[in-house]
C-alpha cells in the first residue's frame, strides 16, 4: 500500500518533508473535513452546462512525424535524454467521439472526472511515469516569471539565431506572442547544431501537441516554460493546470477547444479502462516505455458520441483498472506548503487538484479527502492581484525540496 508525502510545517526554517502512512492521512482528513467543511459552500448550484460543445481540431503532426522518421537512432537518444518520451505523443491518436462524451464527465469543483460515485483524475505520480524524463526533478517546479529575460532573448538562446533574425519573425496571435511552425520547422530541417535541431523539435511538441493554443504557433508562455527545462523543473504540474483549466473552462461555457494535451490524456485514460493483459515485472525494465506501448495498441474507432456517453453514464467499479498496469510509484504527494491539496502552477493560470480523492488509483483504501478551499482554486494570470497568488504557491512548491 503506497505511502502519502505531504508538507506538514517548517522546522528552524528549514525545508521539511514528510512521510506519512495512510492511516495517519486519513485521521488528518477527517478531522480537517470536519473543522473546516466541504470546499462547496452551502447552498451551491452547479454553474455548468448541462452539454459541452467541444472542439477537437489538433495541430496537424505529419510533418513532426516525418522529421523524426528521418533521425538516426543517435539523434533520437539525445533526445529521449533531455526530454523524455514526449515524442510518442506525436503517434497517440485522439478519438473524438471518446474525447467529446469524456469531457461531460469532468467535475469542475472537484477537479476530477466523475462516473456516478467514482472519481477518478491524472496524477502527477501517473504524468511523471507516462512522460519518462530522466533530466525532471520532480519536486522541482515552475513558477512564470513576469520581468525577466526578454522573448527575444530567450528565443534567441534557445535557437542560436541573431536578434534581427528572431524579431523579424515574431507574431502576434490574439493577447499573446508566437513563433509560426513553419519557421521551427525550417530551423530543425537547417540548423548546423545537432542539439539545436533537438531542442526546436522538442519545443515545437510542447507548443503544437502539449500547450496547443493557436494552431499552428508556439505561444510566448510556452517558450518560457521550455526556456527553463535544462534545469531539470518538472513539467508534469503545468501540464496538469492548463489541462484542468482548459476541461473546466470547456464545462462552463458549455463550448470550447481543449487547450491542454489531448493526447497525454488519451493515453492516461485508456490505462484505466482497458483491462491488458501484461507481465507486471516489465515496468520496471530501463527499456519499457509507457507511451510506445500505447501507441502500439490498435484500438477501435467506430464507437460512437451517444455509445461512449452511454458506456460511461453506466459504469461499475469492476470495470476500472484502478491502478493502471505501468503506475509503479509508492508515494503520493497530497498537500503543499499550507494548502491542504496539491496547487498547480500553470502558464496561462493555476488550480489545484485532490490526490486523496482518488486513492484507489493507487490501490489504497479510499476515503473523503479534505476540499476546503479547492472549488476557489482557479485563476488566470491576468488581473491587478494575480502575481501575489502565484508567489504564494510558488512557495509552497518550494517547501518540498
Known amino acids: 500500500m503506497p505511502k502519502v508525502r505531504g508538507i506538514s510545517h517548517l522546522m528552524r526554517n528549514e525545508k521539511f518533508v514528510e512521510v506519512e502512512d495512510n492511516a495517519a492521512v486519513r485521521a488528518w482528513s477527517e478531522r480537517l473535513q470536519s473543522e473546516r467543511g466541504d470546499s462547496l459552500a452551502e447552498g451551491y448550484a452547479s454553474e455548468l452546462q448541462d452539454f459541452t460543445r467541444v472542439n477537437v481540431v489538433q495541430n496537424e503532426l505529419q510533418e513532426l512525424r516525418n522529421i523524426w522518421a528521418s533521425w538516426n537512432e543517435g539523434i533520437k537518444q539525445l533526445f529521449y535524454q533531455n526530454y523524455g518520451d514526449v515524442s510518442y505523443l506525436l503517434d497517440i491518436r485522439v478519438d473524438k467521439n471518446l474525447f467529446r462524451a469524456l469531457v461531460q464527465f469532468w467535475n469542475s469543483a472537484y477537479k476530477c472526472f466523475t462516473f456516478g460515485e467514482m472519481d477518478l483524475v491524472p496524477t502527477m505520480e501517473e504524468y511523471t511515469t507516462l512522460l519518462k524524463c530522466p533530466k525532471i526533478q520532480v519536486r522541482k517546479t515552475y513558477a512564470r516569471v513576469f520581468s525577466s529575460q526578454t522573448f527575444v532573448k530567450k528565443l534567441m538562446s534557445i535557437f542560436g539565431m541573431s536578434e534581427p533574425w528572431v524579431i523579424t519573425r515574431i507574431q502576434q496571435k490574439g493577447d499573446s506572442k508566437c513563433i509560426p511552425w513553419e519557421n521551427l520547422r525550417d530551423l530543425i530541417l537547417t540548423h ?51 489541462t484542468f483549466r482548459s476541461l473546466s473552462s470547456c464545462r462552463k461555457t458549455g463550448k470550447g477547444r481543449l487547450i491542454g494535451c489531448a493526447q497525454l490524456l488519451m493515453a492516461w ?61 509508492d508515494e503520493i504527494m497530497y498537500r503543499c506548503g499550507n494548502f491542504d491539496w496539491v496547487p498547480l502552477l500553470g502558464i496561462w493560470g493555476a488550480t489545484g487538484y485532490t490526490p486523496l480523492l482518488a486513492l484507489r488509483q493507487y490501490k489504497s483504501r479510499q476515503f473523503v479527502p479534505t476540499t476546503y478551499g479547492l472549488a476557489q482554486s482557479e485563476f488566470s494570470f491576468k488581473g491587478a492581484h494575480y502575481k501575489k497568488r502565484v508567489r504564494e504557491l510558488s512557495d509552497a512548491w518550494k517547501q518540498t525540496c
Open 269 to 329: 485514460f485508456h490505462g484505466h479502462f482497458w483491462k491488458v493483459d501484461k507481465v507486471s515485472y516489465r515496468v520496471f525494465s530501463e527499456g519499457y516505455f509507457p507511451l510506445k506501448e500505447e501507441v502500439a495498441i490498435q484500438r477501435r474507432e467506430d464507437i460512437s458520441e451517444e455509445k461512449w456517453m452511454d458506456i460511461l453514464q453506466n459504469l461499475k467499479e469492476g470495470d476500472i483498472e484502478w491502478r493502471t498496469y505501468w503506475m509503479v510509484s
Open 192 to 242: 548546423p547544431d545537432e542539439r539545436k535541431r533537438v531542442d526546436i523539435f522538442a519545443l515545437s511538441i510542447y507548443g503544437l501537441v502539449i500547450f496547443p493554443k493557436a494552431l499552428r504557433h508556439v505561444d510566448e508562455a510556452v517558450i518560457d516554460l521550455f526556456d527553463r527545462l535544462e534545469k531539470g523543473i518538472t513539467p508534469v504540474p503545468i501540464i496538469l493546470a492548463e
